[in-house]
């Protein structure tokens, strides 16, 4: 590639960044604040220290154009809903008598008062608080963070660009608030909205603003006629103003499909596409509407979601073929960088010829700055940089731990049958009734106990040698025999040992099976101040000995219920890790199945009755794009039942699912051909109890009823009214009680108070369903 000839040069920008700081500062003093051992002004101080770190790295690295507004303490949609006034009517109060405690309750509820509802943010392991509209909502603007944040970066002497949800997306996003008609539709809102949108963006402009990012991303989704036109009238309003910075519509995760050229005819000054994955799709819509001529075009063109070195030459390409087709192009990640960890160069244990693949925030950044030095100056400035990528590329393609013949002849092998149980589940289900001996209304809880202080010191003293294994797997045991004392007494049916020995729910296993890499700094966020590390799937995969074994069955030593087996699914191993991109995500599925069905087996072997297998990121990983769905599915559904379809018709095989929109996949859980399944319900009342029983769902299902998430203690009166709500949907003999999720983030005494009245409202129930 020649140097650029268009007058102005490429600029390099990101779209968002990891908010947490080298070493999870604003975690620890968000989770102090709530302690009580930081104050609030402590806090604001150290949330103003990172986003200017981040400003001042960002300008070092040679970004040009800093955005802002991208941090939150929370959540970026729930800040969204602030800047709006969306607040509900119950955390009105909250948020009048202080604005920090507000947020955090809408975030995370009270004793008296329920938090937003949580889900996953498109196909990404991230959480986002679901806005609550109705009819009777009314906005105002409150742009103070937007602008204070935007006047902090200006302030240090950077060119900063805010970023906000847009309006569509955000409206898109919302549900009908509680007691509001589920037919409501918060997009008839829009007119309402626009005005304060207005208001934001006059007062970003006088604060001195010259781009303003509206980003857009449920517009890559199918959208109807009706959507796209409330698109086009909201970027016609918007455009159209006189008092207002220049706007930036971007869109990413997909292709932006019917929505480009909605987009592009409005009177907006720049869009930014996604150019990964989508790249084909978006060019091809890109020439089919004449290009951009007349407007900016952010190409994201260095993958914002994984953590693979980019190819650098064809990305250039790329951009190349881009700038034929835009009046100005510039370069970006694909999406926010919040989705990727901080920093490898500070990872020690992955050999360094393997670290050489790996690009996370900061090495993206450099990816980002030399194409926008390739593409303004011609590819003799960056050669360096692309014979390096090149011997980068070539070593990975190349390298043993990508390819395991045994492995590959193992997944090439498997049959239909591998992944058909031996009986239809009408028959299994009488065999476990007797094997089991369960009452009506069974009780149970989702796998993890409290993660407590002492756990994670036992567990990093054990690690830098500050005691020995003895002492460790002691400790492990004691937690064991109190976990199950606990449940025993609680008088839960269906018991767990409670995990204390993992870490999390798939670096755990992840550390124990070939062709995965684990880091000790890459975390990233998931929700509020829970962060993962996701673990970084490089290879072909296989499991050399047993992972969960020996626990699952000292636990069952010590009572006579059963102990259920707890496992993280091939879906989640993949959609929780960072997954090789060099061949399809089905085949990589496969192995991992093939290396779970092992531990299953095993498992069942050594007694087990009731085995979990978690998929709460199956909703999450379904494409964005309806076309795209039964590929995913069938590859998806089939890695489950491969898992799962080796055990005896009298093994009970339970799967769990949290914190997403299940009804357009209620056929995609049927088909997992699981005995019983465990989802979220509690902040959605019981949706989903309506959407298995609209489908006909004809297998168990345990609804929650201990939203988890927040730190409240339901009522035994509570728990039962959720009960009674999710009986109307699912017969008595097919309905389990259970909390949403894992009780790892929880105390124990909210846990303990929690599970009595859970089994409390069981109880009672059962004593309604029999007249006594």
């Known amino acids: 590639m020649t140097a650029k000839t268009a007058a102005a040069a490429a600029r390099a920008t990101v ?75 119950r955390h009105r109060d909250a948020v009048a008598a202080d604005a920090l405690d507000g947020l955090f309750a809408m975030a995370r509820g009270t004793q008296d008062v329920a938090p937003l509802e949580m889900t996953k943010w498109f196909d990404t392991n991230y959480h986002y608080l679901v806005p609550e509209l109705g009819p009777d909502s009314a906005f105002t603007a409150d742009s103070s963070k937007q602008v204070a944040e935007l006047r902090e970066a200006l302030a240090l002497g950077l060119s900063a660009r805010p970023v906000l949800v847009g309006p569509v997306t955000y409206l898109l996003l919302a549900k009908p608030a509680p007691g509001v008609s589920a037919d409501f539709d918060p997009l008839t809102l829009l007119d309402l909205l626009l005005p304060v949108y207005t208001e934001v963006l006059a007062d970003l402009r006088a604060a001195g603003a ?38 930036l519509v971007a869109s990413y995760f997909d292709r932006l499909g019917g929505a480009l050229p909605v987009l592009a005819k409005a009177p907006v000054d720049g869009l930014a596409l996604d150019f990964t994955d989508a790249a084909a799709a978006n060019l091809d819509a890109l020439a089919a509407v004449g290009g951009l001529p007349d407007k900016r075009l952010v190409a994201g063109v260095v993958n914002g979601r994984n953590i693979w070195v980019n190819d650098l030459e064809k990305s250039l390409a790329t951009l190349g073929t881009l700038l034929g087709l835009a009046g100005q192009v510039d370069v970006a990640a694909s999406c926010s960088l919040l989705h990727v960890p901080l920093d490898a160069a500070v990872e020690r244990d992955i050999d360094p010829p ?17 194409l926008a030095k390739g593409l303004s100056n011609g590819t003799d400035a960056i050669a360096t940089e692309l014979a390096a990528n090149r011997a980068d590329l070539a070593a990975r393609a190349g390298s043993a731990l990508t390819h395991a013949p045994a492995v590959r002849a193992r997944a090439a092998a498997v049959t239909d049958s591998d992944a058909r149980r031996s009986q239809p589940y009408a028959e299994r289900a009488v065999a476990q009734r007797a094997h089991l001996g369960l009452p009506l209304l069974p009780t149970t809880t989702i796998g993890s106990f409290p993660q407590t202080a002492e756990l994670r010191a036992a567990r990093a003293d054990l690690r830098t040698g500050r005691t020995d294994v003895r002492g460790y797997e002691e400790r492990i045991r004691t937690e064991i025999g109190e976990v199950i004392a606990f449940q025993e007494k609680a008088g839960l049916d269906v018991l767990v040992h409670g995990e204390p020995e993992r870490n999390d729910m798939v670096q755990y296993f992840a550390e124990q099976l070939t062709g995965y890499l684990a880091t000790q700094h890459g975390w990233v966020q998931s929700y509020g ?30 009572t006579d219920r059963p102990v259920k087996g707890m496992l993280t699914g091939p879906v989640t191993m993949l959609a929780w890790s960072f997954v090789r991109d060099d061949q399809p995500l089905g085949d990589t599925a496969r192995q991992v199945a093939l290396a779970l069905r092992d531990e299953v087996n095993d498992l069942e072997s050594a007694g087990t009755s009731v085995i979990q297998v978690d ?121 389990w009680v259970n909390p949403d999720c894992g009780l790892k983030t929880r105390g124990w005494p909210e846990t303990r108070a929690s599970l009595e009245n859970l089994v409390s409202a069981a109880r009672t129930v059962r004593a309604e369903l029999s007249g006594s």
């Open 529 to 558: 101040t829970r962060y993962v590390r996701p673990p970084v799937l490089a290879g072909d995969i296989s499991r050399p000995e047993p992972m969960t074994v020996r626990w699952t069955t000292y636990a069952q030593s010590l």
């Open 354 to 370: 393997v670290l050489r693949w790996l690009a996370f925030a900061r090495q993206k950044t450099a990816e980002i700055v030399t």
């Open 615 to 735: 998929e709460p990121a199956l909703r999450e990983t379904l494409p964005l794009r309806v076309a795209d769905h039964p590929a995913y599915l069938d590859w998806a559904t089939e890695a489950f039942r491969l898992t799962t379809a080796g055990v005896r018709p009298d093994t009970q095989i339970h799967t769990h699912m949290c914190y997403a929109e299940f009804g357009d996949i209620v056929q995609a859980i049927d088909d997992l051909d699981a005995d019983v399944i465990s989802l979220e319900a509690a902040r959605s009342h019981m949706q989903v109890a309506g959407e298995l029983a609209e489908h006909g769902y004809p297998r168990e299902a345990g609804p929650g009823v201990y939203d988890i998430h927040s730190p409240r203690v339901p009522s035994a009166d509570e728990a039962s009214a959720l009960l009674r709500k999710g009986l109307e949907a699912i017969p008595a003999e097919r309905l």
């Open 210 to 247: 010259q781009w303003v990012q509206l980003d857009e991303p449920a517009l890559v989704q199918d959208r109807t006629k009706a959507e796209l036109n409330a698109a086009e009238r909201a970027y016609r309003v918007l455009g159209g103003l006189t008092d207002r910075p220049k706007l």
């Open 15 to 89: 779209y968002g960044y990891p908010r947490q700081g080298q070493n999870r500062e604003l975690k620890k003093a968000i989770e102090g604040y709530w302690k009580g051992r930081v104050s609030a002004d402590a806090l604001r101080a150290i949330a103003a220290e990172l986003r200017g770190s981040t400003w001042r790295q960002l300008a070092e690295a040679g970004i040009d154009e800093m955005p802002t507004g991208d941090f939150s303490y929370y959540d970026h949609v729930l800040d969204t809903s602030v800047m709006v006034g969306a607040v509900p009517e």
